[in-house]
């Protein structure tokens, strides 16, 4: 099974797919499943969204009031027997990861997948922890997705970085299996 793994895509207006890069969607497009990690700001990006794969989302700090009721603030789905925890806000930084981990460990998760840091970052412990980043407001880095593979109960993960705000050719910046 193939999950895309995105977050803090802040569409205010327009289309998602008009606003995500080019790679990205085709990507979003051919995964098995999609997990937005919140901060999608309307409802008419989640919905545009949600109507092109099954997806799993939570809402962030920025998401609209409508979305903020729609969506959690914290999920927790099961796939091919890996337990996946999807927050908003886990990390206060790249540079310290131990509140995501405490985090993960209270969920009860194999996989921990959180936003607001608009960085990507994958770490592996006995919990994998995936942020990835922002495909259209990345700090200090470039647009960014986390491509998760779960085969036969083992789950692997990498950072997929996308050129430019808007397109380009995939990069893999990290992996982890």
Not at 48 to 70: F, I, Q, T, W, Y
Not at 150 to 162: L, Y
Request: contains cysteine; aromatic residues 4%; glycine residues 10%.
């Amino acid at each position: 099974m193939k999950i895309i793994a995105i977050s803090d895509t802040h569409i205010k207006s327009g289309s998602i797919i008009g606003c995500l890069p080019h790679g990205l969607v085709q990507l979003i497009k051919s995964a098995d499943m999609v997990i937005h990690a919140g901060d999608f700001v309307t409802k008419q990006a989640y919905d545009e969204l949600s109507g092109m794969c099954r997806l799993a989302a939570v809402h962030g700090n920025m998401d609209s009031p409508d979305l903020k009721k729609l969506l959690p603030g914290q999920n927790v789905i099961e796939v091919e027997g890996i337990k996946i925890g999807i927050v908003h806000e886990a990390a206060l930084s790249i540079q310290d990861t131990t509140g995501a981990w405490y985090m993960a460990k209270e969920m009860g998760v194999d996989v921990l997948v959180f936003g607001h840091i608009h960085k990507p970052l994958i770490e592996k412990d006995d919990i994998l922890l995936a942020c990835p980043g922002s495909p259209t407001a990345p700090r200090l880095s470039e647009p960014g997705a986390i491509e998760l593979n779960i085969k036969d109960g083992v789950v692997s993960g990498r950072v997929i970085t996308f050129e430019g705000a808007r397109c380009g050719a995939l990069d893999s910046a990290a992996q982890f299996e």
